[in-house]
Nanobody
Framework: VQLQASGGGLVQPGGSLRLSCAAS????????IGWFRQAPGKEREAVSC????????YYTDSVKGRFTISRDVADNTVYLQMSSLKPEDTAVYYC?????????????????WGQGTQVTVSS
C-alpha cells in the first residue's frame, strides 16, 4: 500500500498548483483521502478531504473558495487544485488514507501516508 504525493513547487502569490496523490496497492473507491499540510514549527493540519462513499468534501476555512479536491477513479488518484495561493499556504503537503470510506479531519485515524511535497509561495 503506497501513496505518492507530487506536484509541489515554488509559485508566486496569486499563482496556482495542482497536487496529485496516486495510490497503489489499494483502490481509492474504498478509502477516503485527506490532504494535510505542515509548516515549520506548526502542527500538521487537515486542508481538504474527500470521502469515497458519497464524494462529500471538507475544506478548512482558510482555503475555502481557493482549493478544490477531486478524485479520478480511473487513475486511482486524488487531486488538490490550489489557486490564489498565499505565502501562508507554504508548507509540506501530505496525502493520507484511512481504512474506511469517510474522512477524518484530524491526523488520527489515517493509516497510510504519502511522503509529502513542498509547496512554497513566495515572490
Amino acid at each position: 500500500v503506497q501513496l505518492q504525493a507530487s506536484g509541489g513547487g515554488l509559485v508566486q502569490p496569486g499563482g496556482s498548483l495542482r497536487l496529485s496523490c496516486a495510490a497503489s496497492g489499494f483502490i481509492l473507491d474504498y478509502h477516503a483521502i485527506g490532504w494535510f499540510r505542515q509548516a515549520p514549527g506548526k502542527e500538521r493540519e487537515a486542508v481538504s478531504c474527500i470521502s469515497s462513499s458519497d464524494g462529500s468534501k471538507y475544506y478548512t476555512d482558510s482555503v475555502k473558495g481557493r482549493f478544490t479536491i477531486s478524485r479520478d477513479v480511473a487513475d486511482n488518484t486524488v487531486y488538490l487544485q490550489m489557486s490564489s495561493l498565499k505565502p501562508e499556504d507554504t508548507a509540506v503537503y501530505y496525502c493520507a488514507a484511512p481504512r474506511r470510506e469517510y474522512y477524518y479531519v484530524r491526523t488520527m485515524g489515517y493509516n497510510y501516508w504519502g511522503q509529502g511535497t513542498q509547496v512554497t509561495v513566495s515572490s
